[in-house]
């Protein structure tokens, strides 16, 4: 499982990268390898509110449809429609590809930081 | 090869009788501006053509065929004689009612035995399968609560193992979606659905059996929390094979039902069906059904109230399945239909306790009419996961059982044998079941390439769910 430093990791197996105010959100690449091969992104859109432990996104495998859960309340202020035609990127990168940028941050889940998450995953593993 | 490859110019086999009504051509404008590309190809062309499909699929006359939840029961051929009789074949929808009288009889029969079956009043036939049941439900109940002027309900609650159909029906007709997740035991969990019942919601959304495969014990207290609350309560027959003549959902406390002609009342499923989801109601929501049957003193006619929800689907629905069924119904009568039902359950109970030494069962207790397996520790151990045994299935023709569901069991199969299946099919595909987990603990490398011997061999899924090619290129 790889992991990276400086990003801040949701039990929900999320990933957010807080700058100047802005948090960007993508999924774990423990959770895109449990998830499969993916095939289908639902975004939301531009402008929409995101609320802490709440569905703001889907992803699809030949599996199954999986929500993808924000660690934090806010505003989307821009949405990555790359993934849209290119799902294939989160297995590839799923550090680079990013789902949303949310601004206007009210609230904010306890976030874990690498190690922390790692730890998490592993007792989850047992 | 497709049939448009195998087209060579200036072929064909049609044998149309005479036109017998003036021709009319279409006016210039009218004209079509691109080729029609009908495939043209003689007689024995086609006729192998259709062959040589035929004998790349696999369906319940090729083998067993234990798909859960979709109960793909053996379609008796009397139903086929039945459906193919001329007084049902050679009838045109826009007849006048009173030369159609027998059809018309046949649905008013075909509607008494399935409320009786269900404890509903009124069905409708219109829906011409199980998503579109849920659909009509659903508008059904939206309509209840509206004539009441009770305009707060927007959401219907969806248990967590309910097939997907149900949520996006709701979403549908305009509702959108709570869901709760199961207890332990894979039933409801009660206390989450009294915190989520109240004046906002419309109804809740049930199969029961559930998707696991367990007649839900509190169903009573289920139905009574969301009657409570002042909401409705819609059962899917996804899985009525179970318990048909022994239990009824309208005595469980359902208001609204959808039936599967396709799945529990043997007419044919998949592979184009067509199927047909009758929908049931009790007297509170009769007034809301498309056009219902009304008995005349003569005749019998179709009557849409004054606060129908319309019409779901152009004349009758799918008539000829709703032939199929009664004859179904018939062929089995009062003490068959229950006697299907306690064989279909006998038959998982076999398989699951003649497997379940070796494959770890998701809720070990005794099942209704299909029992769900999680191959998770399997796949820990030796890598082949609930994929690669369906697929090594199929090299032992057999068609795998339903994968990856319901949601809540990881590295789910569902087997539903169904009750027409013999003891000895049943010892074989046990047999199946457990040379292919011993596979999977000496050879776990050839189950990830299975199935070898099929027409088409280990498809790319992910290719083509990725990069889908929905229609022939004509050149």
């Known amino acids: ?126 | 090869m497709l049939v448009f490859e195998k087209s060579r110019p200036g072929r064909g086999c049609s044998m149309l009788p005479a036109c017998d009504v003036e021709i009319v051509l279409p006016k210039e404008k009218d004209k079509r501006e691109l080729a029609l590309h009908m495939p043209e190809l003689s007689e024995n062309e086609l006729s192998r053509h259709y062959t040589e499909l035929a004998k790349k699929s696999h369906g319940v006359n090729d083998g067993f065929y234990p798909l859960g939840s979709c109960t793909m029961k053996y379609n008796p051929k009397i139903n086929e004689d039945m459906a193919a009789l001329p007084g049902f074949t050679e009838v045109h929808p826009l007849q006048p009612a009173h030369t159609v009288q027998g059809c018309m009889e046949v649905m008013k029969e075909t509607e008494e035995y399935l409320c009786e079956i269900t404890g509903m009043d009124h069905m409708t036939f219109q829906p011409a399968a199980g998503a579109h049941g849920e659909f009509t439900g659903l508008l059904l109940i939206k309509a209840y609560h509206e004539s009441r002027g009770d305009k707060k309900r927007t959401k219907i609650i969806v248990p967590d193992s309910a097939h997907g159909t149900n949520p996006a029906s709701a979403v549908m007709a305009g509702y959108s979606v709570v869901s709760i997740p199961s207890g332990e035991d894979g039933c409801v969990d009660l206390e989450k659905l009294r915190a989520v019942a109240g004046d906002d919601i419309a109804g809740l959304m049930l199969t029961n059996p559930n998707t696991v495969g367990l007649f839900d014990k509190n169903i009573l207290e289920i139905t009574n929390i969301v009657h409570g609350c002042g909401g409705l309560c819609y059962y899917d027959g996804a899985n009525l094979n179970a318990v048909m003549g022994t239990v009824r959902p309208g005595d469980m406390g359902f208001d609204v039902i959808h039936l599967n002609l396709h799945k529990t009342f043997s007419t044919p499923h998949g592979g184009g069906g067509p199927g047909s989801g009758p929908v049931g109601c009790k007297e509170c929501l009769t007034e809301f059904l498309p056009s219902v049957l009304v008995e005349g003193e003569e005749t019998l006619s179709f009557v849409k109230s004054e606060h129908s929800i319309g019409e779901m689907k152009s004349f009758y629905g799918n008539f000829l399945v709703v032939v199929r069924a009664l004859t179904y119904l018939k062929t089995l009568g009062r003490e068959g239909i229950p006697k299907a039902s306690q064989n279909a359950v006998l038959n998982a109970n076999y398989m699951m306790n003649k497997l379940k030494d070796l494959y770890t069962m998701a809720y070990d207790e005794v099942c209704m009419h299909e029992f769900v397996m999680s191959l998770s520790d399997l796949k820990k151990k030796t890598g082949v996961s609930a994929m690669d045994i369906a697929k090594g299935l199929l090299d032992n023709g057999i068609h795998p059982p339903t994968m990856y569901f319901p949601l809540i069991v990881d590295e789910a199969l569902m087997v539903e044998p169904t009750e027409t299946e013999s003891r000895e099919t049943l010892d074989e595909a046990i047999q199946v079941f457990r040379n292919l987990y011993e596979m999977a603990e000496k050879e776990a490398e050839s189950l990830h390439a299975a199935p070898v011997t099929t027409p088409v061999t280990r498809l790319d899924e992910v290719g083509a769910a990725r990069h889908p090619v929905l229609r022939y290129q004509f050149s």
């Open chain 1, 1 to 126: 499982m790889e992991l990276r430093e400086g990003l801040l990791y949701s039990k929900s197996h999320e990933w957010v990268k807080e700058e100047d105010g802005v948090a960007i959100i993508g999924l774990t690449d423990f959770a895109q390898s449990e998830l499969g091969d993916l095939v289908f992104v639902n975004l939301p859109e531009e402008g929409d509110e995101v609320t802490v432990g709440e569905a703001f996104a889907d992803v699809e495998s030949v599996k199954a449809v999986s929500d993808v859960y924000s660690p934090v309340s806010g505003t989307v202020s821009e949405v990555n429609e790359e993934l849209l035609d290119a799902p294939e990127s989160i297995n590839e990168a799923p550090y680079d590809a990013w789902f949303v940028k949310v601004t206007d941050i009210t609230d904010k889940e306890e976030l874990l930081t690498a190690e922390e998450y790692q730890a998490f995953v592993e007792s989850e593993q047992e």
